[in-house]
């Protein structure tokens, strides 16, 4: 095994990147790093048995070289005999329509792409080429620009993306090591004009900080900065763990007056704490990214020297209200309202005449499984046994509930519904409107949370004998 693909391995295994089995779906750009990518996990997909699908994005900035590149990385991937999925966005369109800066509206449509192909491929991971020196300059840009614990912590190894989780096997490996397994593989790897483009601000980072940091003050500083990024991931996970429990002392939910937030229990935690605090109850009830730096501290200072009464806006959908006892997070507008729950025959329909969607419910034989790639974003195949058990209720399609938990297929455990969508970023009121079905005989049994993810429990095995097949959709005039 070539030693890049060995530590490659290392790193999986040490972060749990990967499961024997798993669909990857690779974005591979033409660059150094995602070829390197594409050829490691090619040369591991026999361990792992994985299903891997190359998936390519023409970001709409190169005109005549980016047909070349997605020509290049098409060859490549039918030598390798995988298959390929090809897309293009209009970048500058999407920065204009968002108020985007380049950078940003790339990589927005680069993971909306990647989610979008895993979803339709029923893939559990998508894999990109970011290295240490990615990670490095990651952590500069966030210095440069302000930032705290988490922003030191750089990329992660694993996060959730769509349906998928978003894996980077290559932060422990240099850029130096991808090109050099590109070059005893005997590839020539496609040169990207715009990465010399000083317009960008990690290309002027890369460029000139970086060289000027290694010559004249630390040789080791990009191993240094990344480094850094596992020390600072390690202990914002400990504050987060720590924020967590005290969330748990303090804080008191309720999905329609939002979160409240005793004011003796908040003031009494460290800053540190205190922001973590105010910031996670914003991801409960906001939408979004989450508030600027300054808005905390506004809203914290609210919380100690305000009058009651006072109001700070906080920005992502809600505001921090300062009460006598509290300061309670409230969204900027009400909730969409919540539809009754429905029965849903096996086999049969459901028509959600309030939110304009349908679901049908029938059992199949396993032979009509289409297998991962083949199942629509809005449809779901359950071991059938499984799914029903020994109830004849059939099923109901019910709005969510406080406390709605779940093991998302792919997931390593259980975990809050609510948790769930809020790192798919499902807004606060598209929550709302999500039907959840369960069995009608045990409510709380959830089976699909429809159009996004069906439980680990109902997954079709081999063992399947009877399938059950859910689809939702929108019925037609």
């Given at each position: 095994m070539d030693p890049f693909v060995a530590k490659v391995r290392a790193a999986t295994e040490e972060y749990g990147l990967l499961a024997p089995g798993d669909g990857v779906v690779i974005g591979v750009s033409g660059g150094p790093d995602s070829l390197a990518l594409l050829l490691a996990l090619k040369e591991l997909s026999a361990d792992y048995r994985l299903q891997l699908t190359v998936a390519h994005l023409d970001h709409?900035?190169?005109g005549t070289a980016a047909e070349a590149d997605a020509a290049f990385v098409g060859q490549l991937s039918t030598r390798l005999g995988l298959p390929i999925v090809l897309g293009k966005a209009d970048v500058p369109a999407l920065a204009e329509a968002r108020g985007l800066g380049p950078e940003e509206a790339a990589r927005e449509a680069r993971y909306a792409f990647l989610a979008q192909v895993a979803e339709d491929r029923h893939a559990r991971k998508v894999a990109v080429g970011h290295t240490q020196n990615d990670q490095a300059e990651t952590v500069l840009i966030r210095l440069i620009r302000g930032t705290g614990t988490d922003g030191l912590a750089g990329m992660a190894a694993a996060r959730p993306l769509g349906?998928?989780?978003?894996?980077r096997p290559l932060l422990e490996v240099t850029r130096e090591e991808t090109e050099g397994y590109c070059r005893r593989l005997g590839l020539v790897p496609r040169e990207d004009a715009t990465n010399h483009d000083s317009a960008y601000v990690r290309n002027r980072v890369r460029s000139r900080l970086l060289p000027i940091l290694i010559g004249e003050f630390n040789p080791s500083v990009v191993a240094g900065l990344a480094d850094l990024a596992r020390r600072m991931g390690d202990e914002s996970r400990l504050?987060?763990?720590?924020?967590?429990?005290?969330?748990?002392?303090v804080a008191a939910e309720d999905e329609l007056a939002g979160v409240r937030l005793d004011l003796k229990g908040l003031l009494a935690e460290p800053?540190?704490?205190?922001?973590?605090?105010?910031?996670?109850?914003v991801r409960l009830v906001g939408e979004g990214s989450g508030p600027a730096a300054e808005r905390v501290e506004a809203a914290l200072d609210l919380a100690l020297r305000g009058r009651t009464g006072g109001v700070v806006q906080l920005g992502a959908g809600c505001r921090a209200v300062r009460e006598s006892d509290s300061l309670t997070i409230l969204p900027s507008a009400g909730p969409r309202s919540a539809f009754e729950p429905l029965s849903l025959p096996v086999p049969g329909r459901a028509d959600l005449v309030d939110l304009g969607l349908a679901i049908t419910a029938e059992v199949r034989p396993p032979v009509a499984?289409?297998?991962?790639?083949?199942v629509g974003p809005g449809e779901a195949y359950l071991d059938a046994d499984a799914a029903l058990g020994r109830s004849s209720g059939g099923l109901l399609v019910r709005p969510r509930r406080a406390g709605d938990a779940f093991h998302p297929q792919g997931a390593p455990g259980r975990r809050k519904l609510k948790d769930f969508l809020i790192d798919r970023k499902v807004s606060r009121r598209e929550r709302e409107a999500i039907p959840i079905v369960v069995r009608a005989d045990d409510p709380q049994v959830i089976l699909w949370v429809a159009g996004h993810r069906l439980d680990e429990a109902f997954t079709v095995t081999s063992k399947t004998r009877r399938l059950l097949h859910l689809k939702l959709f929108r019925p037609g005039p």
């Open positions: 709409g900035l190169r349906t998928a989780i978003l894996i504050l987060q763990s720590i924020a967590g429990e005290a969330f748990r002392r800053p540190a704490i205190g922001r973590r605090l105010v910031r996670h109850a499984f289409p297998g991962g790639a083949g």
